[in-house]
């Protein structure tokens, strides 16, 4: 399933309101509990996160000579 910037903004608003219900488009969702929310949030985020990898890692190595 693809994911949109969009649904993950209607996310975290829902969130940051307190309110369980979204409404992206047509749909509404309405979730049983924040944790639920939370988890769908983070689900999407890491979906879009994969799809525009932005964030680079950096590991320091190092040694005795």
């Known amino acids: 399933m693809a994911f949109t910037q969009?649904?993950?903004?209607?996310?975290?608003?829902?969130?940051?309101?307190g309110t369980l219900e979204v409404r992206t488009g047509d749909k509404v969702v309405r979730y049983q509990s924040l944790a639920d929310l939370i988890r769908a949030r983070d689900l999407v985020r890491d979906h879009l996160t994969a799809d525009n990898p932005t964030e680079r890692t950096s590991h320091a190595s190092f040694s005795k000579d």
């Open 6 to 17: 969009t649904q993950l903004d209607a996310l975290e608003a829902a969130i940051a309101s």
